[in-house]
C-alpha cells in the first residue's frame, strides 16, 4: 500500500475540532496512512490517539507544534516522532501551559474593556482543553454574536494591533530546538509562507534554526499554491533541510484545509520521514 503522510494537525487537545479518537478515524477514511498529531504547545492528546491509531492500524508520529519567539517575532515549530513522556519536552510544555494561561487571561481583561466580559471564565467551562488559544477566543466571539466570523474576529478584537491583542514571549528558538531534540524528535519550520516575512529576514531565522539543529522544513501544507512551494523549496536547498507535508488540518468546518489531500513532496527533495 502506498503511503500517505500528513505531518501536521490538531485535535481538541488544542484548538482541533475533534477528539483525537475522532482525528484518527477521519484520517484514516481520508486515507492516510501516516498521521502525526502536533497539537500546540502539547501533548496531552497523543495517549487517545495512540490507543485508537493502534486499533486501526493507522500509523500515528508523536507531535506537537511549539510557539517560538525569535527577534520579537513568532514561529511554528514543528517537533515530529517525539517521545512524549520526556521530563524535558514536559518542562517545555508546562511552561507554555502558563505563559498561554496569563496571556488568555490578559485576552480576556482587554474584552472585557470592550464590553465583554467573563471570556476566559466561559472558555475554560466549556473546553475540552485548558491550551486556550485565540481560535478559542475567536469562537467564542462568534457564538456570541460579537462577531459574524472567525476571521472578523481576528480582524476586529484579536489580530497584532486590535484593542484585544497581547504581545507575547514564547518559548525561545534555543529552548524550542533543546525540548524536541531531548524528546529524540526532529524539529520542523511549520508553514514558512506564512510569516509574511522577507526573504533575508527568513534566511537569518534559518540560519539560527539549523544552528540550534532545526532539520526540516514543512514544502506542502494544506493551502499553498505553486509559488509558496517553490519558494519553500529554495529555502529547503538553500539551508539543506528535510522536506515535510502538512495540512495544519482544524476542522472539518473549513472546506479548504482537509487530512491529506496534500500534493506530493518534490522527488528532489529528502523526506524528513527518512529520519523516523
Ligand atoms: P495563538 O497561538 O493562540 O495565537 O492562536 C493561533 C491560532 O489561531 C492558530 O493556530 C490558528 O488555528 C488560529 N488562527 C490564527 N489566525 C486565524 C485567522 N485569521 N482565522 C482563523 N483562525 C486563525
Ligand atoms: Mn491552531
Ligand atoms: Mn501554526
Ligand atoms: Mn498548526
Redesign the pocket.
Known amino acids: 500500500m502506498q503511503a500517505i503522510y500528513d505531518l501536521?494537525s490538531?485535535s481538541s487537545a488544542s484548538d482541533g475540532e475533534l477528539s483525537p479518537e475522532m482525528l484518527m478515524l477521519r484520517a484514516q477514511e481520508k486515507g492516510v496512512t501516516h498521521l502525526a498529531l502536533?497539537d500546540?504547545d502539547c501533548v496531552t492528546g497523543l495517549a487517545e490517539a495512540q490507543s485508537t491509531a493502534d486499533k486501526i492500524g493507522l500509523n500515528l508520529i508523536n507531535g506537537i507544534?511549539f510557539s517560538c519567539t525569535w527577534n520579537k517575532k513568532t514561529f511554528?515549530i514543528v517537533g515530529l516522532n517525539i517521545d512524549p513522556s520526556n521530563p524535558e519536552l514536559l518542562t517545555g510544555t508546562e511552561s507554555l501551559h502558563s505563559i498561554r494561561t496569563a496571556r488568555a487571561q490578559k485576552i480576556s481583561e482587554k474584552l472585557a474593556k470592550q464590553n465583554i466580559p467573563n471570556a476566559y471564565e466561559n472558555l475554560l467551562a466549556e473546553s475540552s482543553t485548558t491550551m486556550i488559544t485565540r481560535s478559542h477566543f475567536a469562537d467564542f466571539l462568534l457564538k456570541n454574536n460579537h462577531v459574524t466570523t472567525k476571521q472578523g474576529a481576528f480582524d476586529t478584537y484579536l489580530g497584532q494591533g486590535k484593542p484585544a491583542f497581547v504581545g507575547t514571549e514564547w518559548a525561545s528558538l534555543e529552548n524550542t530546538l533543546h525540548y524536541i531534540k531531548a524528546a529524540g524528535g526532529v524539529a520542523v519550520l511549520?508553514?514558512p509562507m506564512r510569516y509574511k516575512m522577507t526573504a533575508s529576514w527568513m534566511r537569518r531565522f534559518l540560519t539560527a534554526f539549523k544552528a540550534e539543529g532545526g532539520l526540516g522544513i514543512e514544502i506542502i501544507t494544506g493551502r499553498n499554491n505553486p509559488d509558496e512551494i517553490r519558494r519553500s523549496l529554495h529555502f529547503a536547498k538553500q539551508f539543506d533541510l528535510y522536506g515535510s507535508v502538512g495540512s495544519?488540518f482544524?476542522s472539518s468546518k473549513n472546506k479548504w484545509v482537509e487530512l491529506g489531500r496534500l500534493a506530493p513532496l518534490p522527488i528532489n527533495i529528502k523526506p524528513i520521514w527518512r529520519l523516523f
Request: hydrophobic letters at 10%; aromatic letters at 0%; a negative charge.
Open positions: 501536521h490538531h502536533t500546540h507544534e511554528h511549520a508553514h495544519d482544524h
